[in-house]
């Protein structure tokens, strides 16, 4: 099992430019989740799903959007990309359980110019 | 609202020492609780968790006890080594919340040589 990937590993955007950063599980997970991981900051919650065909918003939700059209994939776009966007962003699944880890990919790493 | 709050870093220790990282928690529901670890340059994973009051979790060495009536989880390892530098994790997730983790804000920990 590869557990949780994520497409690209590092990006770096011009300001208003536009992209898509790709989260697969293949854990058969049914929540998944993107967070943005800034210093001092910790980890904030930007979109979550908690089943195929749904999202939801964390706490730091805009200039971003997901889609969950297959469950073992997460997208989170950008359409207008700003400099405050610069960061680190993970996505993390996990199963129906509040007791159960959650997994996380290797993280890519965004510069927005 | 729920919370996580774990002591502020850095903490640098010599190898061998002995470690403690506070955390302590608010949370309207009944939660799991978490430790996760993030090594430099990767993402995180779980390093341990307990599930419900006085459970203990352990790995690697680093062990933490769910204490409902000091709402704490502190984390401690009796002999800490270089490879145990990284950045710490205290979390929370119930239920009710759909998963979702409530992150402390992280604790750096540099283990000297």
């Known amino acids: 099992n590869a557990g949780v990937t994520q497409t690209p590993k590092f990006r770096v955007l011009k300001t208003g430019q536009s992209m898509t950063l790709l989260c697969a599980q293949d854990?058969?997970?049914?929540?998944m989740y993107w967070y943005r991981q800034d210093p001092g900051m910790g980890l904030r919650l930007i979109h979550y799903?908690?089943?195929?065909?749904?999202?939801a918003k964390g706490e730091v939700p805009d200039g971003y959007n997901v889609s969950r059209l297959k469950k073992q994939n997460f997208l989170l776009g950008l359409e207008s990309a700003a400099p405050s966007q610069t960061s680190v962003y993970f996505c993390?699944?996990?199963?129906?359980?509040?007791?159960?880890?959650?997994?996380f990919g290797p993280g890519t790493r965004l510069t927005v110019l | 609202g729920d919370s996580v709050t774990q002591m502020e870093g850095p903490v640098t220790l010599s190898e061998e020492a002995f470690l403690t990282i506070n955390c302590t928690y608010t949370?309207?529901?009944?939660?799991?609780l978490f430790w996760y670890v993030q090594y430099p340059g990767e993402g995180l994973q779980l390093l341990l968790k307990?599930?419900?009051a006085d459970d203990k979790g352990s790995n690697k060495g680093f062990e933490a006890t769910y204490r409902k009536e000091t709402t704490s989880f502190h984390l401690e390892k009796g002999s800490v080594q270089v490879s145990d530098s990284a950045v710490y994790f205290c979390?929370?997730?119930?239920?009710?919340?759909?998963?979702?983790?409530?992150w402390g804000l992280g604790t750096s920990l540099a283990v000297n040589p």
């Open positions: 993390a699944s996990n199963r129906d359980m509040a007791g159960n880890e959650q997994f």
């Open positions: 854990m058969n997970h049914e929540y």
């Open positions: 799903s908690v089943g195929e065909g749904t999202t």
């Open positions: 949370a309207t529901g009944y939660p799991s």
């Open positions: 307990a599930t419900k």
């Open positions: 979390a929370l997730s119930y239920a009710g919340n759909n998963r979702k983790l409530i």
